[in-house]
Structures are given as structure tokens and as C-alpha cells.
């Protein structure tokens, strides 16, 4: 569904420089995996070049196979077609933020709704169902201000799925949690992801955390390199 | 896209902040209020002035000054013009008179008299007297003791050969004139009568009174000294005023009364647009302040719509709405209070003459209203831009 093939991204220079390398990676549908590294490693780089928000150097492959089209989306960035990034991003992607990123105008049922009127989907239940599944079921009144930050991320989740999207990413979902709350939110993350057949990425430092919910990982490799700065690279399975 | 979708969104956003917004609402409508009571007044006084001055029908006479040479088709031609509402001739003013006095004798009253005829606006609402039939002035009506309707003797004198002789005519009182109409002692009366009482006085004989003389003038030859002239508008004025200088003759019209009028309206304007120039400027800076704020303010909040996959025109756009939302709340305000301004001040300033001192038209009000929603789109524009070049991937990770 998605192919990159030495697709490179850096930012900053001399000592702050700091480069991600990924030589390949290839993610099919319904495919699970995760990515850890410490925190700085890239993986929200990796993350936001998959979301399609952050655009690679010029180099490289990068395309996407979706319902029988084909996107290049380094041809698309070269030429600053971000209506089409921002038009592929609300049809095929759910973004799980480490905050949340939940919009604070907005009650939790219409955050959760958001991404399906963005393709005015019909509300046939599913926000209902998912919120159901995520036990916040009796929260969608609620301003996202009011809700603790386990009931915030698991929010953010089921605004990441609620249009059922072709992929899923999470950045560090379980970052600001307690271990058994963690441990729960990355379950109810996998799980519901699973039930809909969604490729998922989840970036985080938790290794352990992600194993015992059945993750394949791929770690992220880092040097310093002789001018300062550094260099990442995604490995492979591993 | 959808519309609604946006609206709704920018619609929830502005309610969450209400206090800000009710901030904005109120530094717009500091500045819209005071515009529109400053128009109205300037609108209001403007128009009174020169509606007095179109509904008095002294200020469009042009008075020909001097003597003149007129003959029946020249004052024809005349009235075919444009700018002429009314002209007719006039008898030379020493063989306008008339003493009358009522049936049975009584001390005589010497009075001018004003030739008329339909449409003269000086007696908009008076009858029209035939030849023997004249409209009286009050204050002539009050000297006589006669009420319409009433029978006068109209006694017109000449000296011939060294002789005094006169002859009197009975005429009816048709109405008599207000005081503002004519305020002194003045009868009027059609042409025919005053062209009877100049050949009389001339020594010519009037057949159809059966006044005694030489042959009577012939059709067409009389020259009339003068005229009463009235312009159809306030610009006929000027108008007329250049045509009889053109031609030598000098005239006296209310010109610079209507100049004066216009001047003051010119100025007004001036300063209308003076300070209008400069509070819009500060409005201005207003919005485009706030609305820089907002997006610094909402900078997450951008970049997760955008994340979301929003494109860059819907980023724009709920800038924008947030400052349209703004803008069509203080204008609703702004009227709210303009309508209670204008009926104090029209009833402070209340002639009793249902003229009023403060007004506005409906066309004003649109003007207001598109002025104000286009500046605040034009002065939130730049923030919008400044939205449009956020990133997703900048500010999502901020707490």
C-alpha cells in the first residue's frame, strides 16, 4: 500500500543537523508494526513523512497504492500540490497525536465526527460503536478540557478511526500515561484497529509495552556523525 | 469542502471564546456607531436644509432686473426651457395698481397687482381666478374687511389732456393668500386684467369693459417690461441666472443662499470622510491585530485541522469567518444603537415640521454593511495568509 525506497529528510545544519534515512519500508493493508527509538530518534519525523504533512528531500521513491489508484507523493510535494496531500490525508489517514491534539471548541462527539463530515460520510453509528468499544461512550457531551488525559487519548483514537482509514499512526499514543492505563489504551488502539483491518504505525520509546501487544518492531539506529550531527536510520525487522 | 461544514466549525470556535469575541464586537462597534449617528446628522441636515429650500418657491424665483424688452414669444420660448417651471409677463409696475374699496364707497386701498396664471407656484394651493375674479393678500383682505367670496370695486385712474379720469370694475374676491404666500398689500389677478388697467392708463380704449380711449393695441405688439420667472429646480437657478447673464441682463436670484447650502453640504462631507478615514484606519489595525492574535492563539488547533486534512482555502476561510462573524455582530449592534441615537436627536431637534436632524436611508445601511464586512475580510487577511503557511507537522507536538 505503501512504498518508500531511500527516502531521506533533513533538518537543520552543521552541529544541529539532523538527518532521517529510511532506506526502505514497505507497509501492506492490516499490517501492525511498530517503531521504537529513545525520544529525538525521528520517529515523529518518520511519522509525519508517512501522514503526509512533512515533505521528503528530493529523493528517493515514495507512493501509495489506494483503492486501485497510484499517488506519488514525492512527484506530489515537487509540486506543492498540497490540496491533493491534504485530499489523500483525509481519505486514507488517522493521526493519533501524544497530546491528543483533540480541538478544545469542539464537544468529544464532534471531534469524533470531524474526519467523517470532512467526507461527508453519513453517521451510521459508527462514532457511537467506536466510542462504545473505547469507553468514552459517556463522554461525547463533554469538552475534550474536562476529560483526564487517558479518556483524551482514547478520544484521539477513535477520531483516528472513525472514518475508517486505510492507515492509522500514532505518535507516542501512551507517552503521558500510567503503565496499566498505557497498557490499556495501546490494547484498545491495536485492537480496534485490528477490527477494521488497519495498517497502524505506533512510534513509541516503550518497547516492552509495544511487544506485549503483539507488535512487529522496526527499530530506529542513530550516530553522531564527524560535523556534529545526527543520523538516523529506520532499520528492518527485526 | 463543505460551506456548512466550515461555518459550523468557525461558528463553534468564536462561541468558545466569547470573550474575545465580545471584545472584537465592541472595538467594531466604537468605531460603526459614531460613523453612522455622524452621517445620519450630516444626511439629516443636509437634506432639511435643501428641502427648504426646493419647497420654498422664493428661493427658485429669478428676478430680472432693470428694464427689459419682452414680447409674448419670447416669454413663450422661455417656458419651453427645461429649467423653467413658470414664466409670465409683467405690466410696468407703475400701471400695476389699483384702489379698491368695497361696494358703497369707503376709504380706498391702493394695491399692487401680480399678474398669475395655472401652475404659478407662489399659489400652488390657491384657485385660479378668471378676469374678473382676484386672490387677495391677507394683510390688503384685513385693511378691506372682506372675506371670500365678497365683491370689490377696482378703480384704475389716468390724466388725459390734463384732465383726472378713472374707471371701476367689479371684481370677486376668490380666496385670500396666507401671509408667508405674499405679506404685502398685493391682489392677483390674471394677465388679461393688468394689460386692460396698462392700456387705460396708456390712453387706449378697452372695448370689452367698454372703457373709453385710442384704438386698442394689437395682438402680439405689447413689450412687457418685466418678468415673473421661476426655476423648476435648485440647479435651474444657476442656470437660468448664466442664460440671462449671457444675454446682458442682469437678474437676482437666491444663488448663494443654494451655493451656501451645497458648500455647507461639501464640507461636511469632507469631514465626514476626514474622520471616517481615520477610525476605520484604527479599526483596521483592530482586526488585523486581533486576527494575528487568533492565529498565533489557535496555531494547534490550524495545524490539526490541517493535519485532519482540511486544504488551505478552509484555513483561510475560518480565519475569515471568525472575522466576519464579528463584523455582521457589530453592525447589528452598531444599528441597534444608531436607532436609538437618531430618535433622541430627531426628538431633541423636533421642529414640529417632521423634518428630521438625523437620518439614514436603506441604501446607507447596505453600504455600512458591505464596507464593514469587506474591511474586515481585507484586514483579516492577513492572517489568513499567515494560516495558510502553517504546517501540520509545526505545533502539533506543543502542549
Given amino acids: 500500500m505503501l512504498r518508500l525506497r531511500d527516502i531521506h529528510k533533513t533538518r537543520g545544519a552543521g552541529s544541529q543537523r539532523y538527518s532521517l534515512r529510511i532506506p526502505r519500508l514497505d507497509l501492506a493493508a492490516g499490517q501492525q508494526l511498530a517503531v521504537v527509538g529513545p525520544s529525538g530518534c525521528g520517529k515523529s519525523t518518520l511519522l509525519d513523512l508517512l501522514a503526509l504533512v512533512l515533505s521528503p528531500d528530493a529523493s528517493g521513491e515514495f507512493s501509495v497504492e489506494l483503492d486501485g489508484g497510484y499517488f506519488d507523493i514525492a512527484a506530489l510535494w515537487r509540486g506543492n500540490q498540497h490540496d491533493a496531500l491534504a485530499r489523500l490525508r483525509r481519505q486514507a489517514c488517522g493521526y493519533v497525536l501524544q497530546t491528543g491534539g483533540l480541538l478544545e471548541f469542539l464537544d468529544v462527539r464532534g471531534n469524533i465526527e470531524l474526519p467523517r463530515r470532512l467526507l461527508q460520510l453519513p453517521m451510521d453509528g459508527r462514532v457511537e460503536q467506536l466510542a462504545a468499544h473505547l469507553e468514552i461512550a459517556d463522554y461525547l457531551g463533554k469538552r475534550p478540557n474536562t476529560l483526564s488525559v487517558g479518556q483524551r487519548q482514547r478520544v484521539s483514537i477513535a477520531r483516528a478511526l472513525a472514518h475508517g482509514p486505510r492507515l492509522v499512526l500514532a505518535d507516542e499514543p501512551t507517552a503521558s500515561l500510567d503503565p496499566a492505563n498505557a497498557q490499556r489504551v495501546m490494547q484498545l488502539l491495536v485492537q480496534q484497529a485490528q477490527v477494521s483491518g488497519t495498517c497502524t504505525v505506533i512510534a513509541t520509546h516503550d518497547e516492552p509495552l509495544v511487544r506485549s501487544a503483539g507488535l512487529a518492531v522496526l527499530p530506529i539506529d542513530w550516530q553522531r556523525d564527524a560535523d556534529g550531527g545526527v543520523t538516523a536510520t529506520l532499520g528492518q525487522w527485526r | ?399
Avoid at chain 2, 455622524?38 to 428676478?63: H, Q, W, Y
Avoid at chain 2, 404666500?181 to 389677478?189: E, K
Avoid at chain 2, 386684467?193 to 392708463?201: G, S
Fill in chain 2, 1 to 399: 469542502m463543505r460551506i456548512g461544514l466550515l461555518l459550523s466549525l468557525a461558528w463553534a470556535d468564536y462561541r468558545t471564546e466569547a470573550r474575545l469575541s465580545i471584545c472584537a464586537v465592541l472595538a467594531l462597534t466604537a468605531v460603526i456607531t459614531p460613523l453612522l449617528v455622524l452621517f445620519g446628522l450630516k444626511f439629516g441636515l443636509v437634506s432639511t436644509l435643501t428641502e427648504r429650500l426646493e419647497n420654498d418657491p422664493a428661493v427658485r424665483e429669478v428676478i430680472t432686473l432693470g428694464g427689459g424688452r419682452y414680447r409674448a414669444a419670447d416669454v413663450a420660448l422661455l417656458s419651453q426651457r427645461a429649467d423653467v417651471a413658470f414664466a409670465l409677463p409683467r405690466t410696468r409696475q407703475i400701471a400695476a395698481t389699483a384702489d379698491l374699496s368695497r361696494d358703497g364707497g369707503g376709504p380706498a386701498l391702493t394695491v399692487e397687482m401680480i399678474p398669475t396664471a395655472a401652475g404659478d407656484p407662489l399659489l400652488a394651493l390657491a384657485p385660479q381666478p378668471s378676469e374678473t375674479q382676484i386672490l387677495l393678500s391677507q394683510s390688503a383682505a384685513e385693511k378691506l374687511g372682506v372675506r371670500p367670496g365678497d365683491q370689490l370695486g377696482a378703480r384704475f385712474g389716468r390724466r388725459q389732456n390734463g384732465q383726472v379720469e378713472s374707471r371701476q370694475l367689479g371684481v370677486t374676491v376668490l380666496a385670500v393668500l396666507p401671509l408667508e404666500t405674499f405679506n404685502r398689500d398685493g391682489l392677483f389677478a390674471p394677465l388679461s386684467l393688468l394689460e386692460a388697467a396698462e392700456d387705460y392708463r396708456d390712453g387706449r380704449a378697452v372695448p370689452r369693459f367698454d372703457w373709453p380711449g385710442r384704438e386698442p393695441a394689437t395682438v402680439g405688439s405689447r413689450v412687457y417690461p418685466g418678468l415673473r420667472l421661476y426655476a423648476a429646480d435648485l440647479d435651474g437657478v444657476e442656470s437660468l441666472r448664466q442664460h440671462f447673464a449671457a444675454s446682458g441682463q442682469e437678474v437676482a436670484t437666491q444663488a448663494a443662499t443654494i451655493a451656501q447650502v451645497r458648500s455647507l453640504s461639501h464640507n461636511l462631507n469632507l469631514v465626514f470622510w476626514l474622520i471616517s478615514g481615520l477610525a476605520v484606519a484604527g479599526a483596521f489595525a483592530a482586526v488585523v491585530a486581533s486576527t494575528l492574535a487568533a492565529v498565533e492563539r489557535k496555531r494547534k488547533a490550524l495545524a490539526v485541522l490541517r493535519l485532519l486534512g482540511f486544504p488551505t482555502a478552509a484555513l483561510v476561510g475560518f480565519v475569515l469567518l471568525l472575522a466576519l462573524y464579528s463584523g455582521a455582530f457589530s453592525l447589528l449592534l452598531a444599528w441597534l444603537l444608531y436607532a436609538a441615537a437618531e430618535v433622541s436627536l430627531n426628538r431633541l431637534f423636533d421642529t414640529g415640521s417632521g423634518e428630521f436632524v438625523c437620518q439614514l436611508l436603506p441604501v446607507h445601511f447596505l453600504v455600512a454593511v458591505l464596507a464593514t464586512l469587506a474591511c474586515s475580510v481585507l484586514a483579516a487577511a492577513l492572517g489568513g495568509w499567515r494560516a495558510a503557511q502553517i504546517e501540520a507537522s509545526e505545533g502539533l507536538r506543543d502542549v
